[in-house]
């Protein structure tokens, strides 16, 4: 393993007394883990290769590494090496999580209100980029991201003029602009017309959902989710409310029985259910809307794949364009259609709803910057998003499709779901799997791959399952990506 940049950096003050010198490589390496540098499940180099790069002893390296193991800090893996503890390593080994002990000493555990740190996420390599098989599902693809056109609306957003209508403060506006482009050429796609006062423009659908959960949900307020479904959902609410219940599901998604009835607020994912993506059909879709009206549920649709349509998903309607009762908030993104990095979703809800949003949304950030919400503005309004969703849709029908006819020959023990439309394929595997375990050995072959236990309520339910997205993946790489985590498939069978 070679050693790069950063890890020389991160010793580069590093005294060099041989009396205690593993202590002070194991307190770097601590400090980085406590501070984020090093990220749970990463890497660390090996014992030989960080002494070479440091000038120092081997036995002094695995000195420190075993402290490290000792604190919890660092896992050792058979055949694969050492790596910073996840949650899972810290409770499967019964040792002392670090973060807490470090909060004991100094006094903060007894502080803090709520512990997200604590919450399981999902969770990717900062440098997916480099590795040759990214099978992600939401990651950003530079071969597919409109550079030219993205540059020429930049441009366009940046005249004199155009900075003097965004430059200043909004307060709690939005810009207009981009108001109107989602009105006329956006919403309409997933049958939804609304005037301008009932969107509000957030910083992703995740801001959003934030916003939603903080508005609607209280103490007592029953709240219902999927499960499997976005983990982040269930974080939002379980933070805030102890009734929580998961929805009746079945192969079509959400069930609208008695448990749905009792909840005052539920968050459903039909177009594509994350993660299964079972697409609801419309006889289900009215059946749920019906149910809502008559128990007094408010829906939070999060169409997290919307407007980016594949073998005509677009002609199914979504929830909020057959409401007409209120009962629907919808929730979308730009981040899927263009880039995660862009941040821009929006909520279109009745307009009591978005004027609250609007004063919630103030006290949080004011508003997101205009100078990205112009700049979209001018790519939709000069026609790039259309093209954009064309291009993007046929190349991602063509990666899909190969990975449909690849899947039962090179992984043969699996079955899989892909309903018409969604970006991933899910994949149950074979009895005995943890498909934890398959991350991490894919993971060191170069083939990035998503654990599915992270959805579910109980992480057992979701042991042998795992996602397997293709938004990120070059249609040539497809193949031999599949062909490794066949073979490790294999051999963990």
């Not at 677009?314 to 730009?334: E, H, M, N």
Request: net charge neutral; proline share 7%; hydrophobic share 40%.
């Amino acid at each position: 393993m070679q050693i790069d940049t950063a890890w020389r950096l991160l010793f580069g003050g590093m005294e060099r007394d041989p009396q205690g010198l593993s202590a002070r490589v194991g307190a770097i390496i601590a400090e980085a883990i406590r501070t984020g540098l090093l990220a749970p499940d990463m890497r660390v180099p090996s014992s030989r290769s960080l002494a070479e790069a440091l000038g120092i002893s081997r036995n002094t390296v695995n000195a420190a590494y075993q402290l490290l193991i000792d604190d919890g800090l660092l896992v050792s893996r058979e055949r694969s090496g050492c790596f910073v503890a996840t949650a899972d390593d810290k409770r499967g080994s019964g040792q002392a999580d670090a973060a807490t002990t470090a909060d004991r000493a100094g006094g903060w555990a007894a502080r803090f209100a709520i512990r997200p740190s604590r919450m399981p996420q999902i969770s990717k390599p900062r440098n997916w980029m480099d590795y040759p098989y990214p099978f992600l599902f939401g990651q950003f693809d530079p071969s597919l991201f409109p550079t030219n056109p993205w540059r020429e609306s930049v441009k366009a957003a940046s005249s004199v003029q155009e900075i003097t209508r965004w430059a200043r403060d909004m307060i709690d506006d939005d810009d207009p602009d981009l108001i109107d482009q989602l009105r006329h050429k956006v919403l309409p796609r997933r049958g939804i017309f609304a005037a301008p006062g009932e969107i509000i423009i957030t910083i992703g659908s995740q801001h959003a959902l934030s916003m939603l959960v903080q508005l609607l949900v209280g103490r007592e307020t029953p709240v219902g989710i999927e499960n499997p479904g976005y983990p982040d959902v269930r974080h939002m609410v379980g933070m805030v409310t102890a009734d929580m219940l998961p929805l009746t599901a079945d192969g079509f998604g959400v069930v609208p029985d008695a448990v749905f009835a009792s909840r005052r607020v539920a968050f459903v994912t039909v177009g594509h259910q994350c993660p299964t993506t079972a697409v609801m059909p419309i006889a289900r879709r009215r059946a749920l809307l019906d149910a809502a009206a008559r128990h007094d549920v408010v829906l939070i649709e999060d169409d997290y794949e919307s407007d980016l349509s594949v073998e005509g998903d677009a002609d199914l309607p979504c929830l909020k364009s057959l409401d007409r009762a209120d009962r629907v908030i919808y929730t979308g993104s730009f981040s899927k259609i263009l880039a995660p990095g862009l941040r821009i979703g929006y909520v279109v809800a009745p307009k009591p709803v978005i004027d609250e949003l609007r004063v919630l949304r103030r006290l949080m950030l004011r508003h997101p910057p205009t100078n990205n919400q112009r700049s979209l503005a001018t790519f939709i309004q000069l026609g790039h998003y259309r093209h954009h969703l064309r291009r993007t849709a046929a190349v991602l029908e063509e990666r899909a499709a190969r990975i449909a006819d690849l899947l039962p020959d090179l992984l043969p023990g699996c079955r899989f779901r892909r309903d018409f439309g969604a970006k991933s394929f899910w994949i149950e595997g074979p009895p005995g799997l943890n498909s934890r375990d398959l991350v991490r050995s894919a993971r060191d072959q170069g083939v990035l791959i998503e654990a599915g236990d992270i959805f579910f309520l109980d992480p057992a339910e979701g042991r042998r399952f795992f996602r397997l997205g293709f938004t990120s993946i070059a249609t040539h790489r497809i193949e031999p990506g599949l062909r490794r985590l066949g073979a490790l498939l294999q051999d963990a069978s």
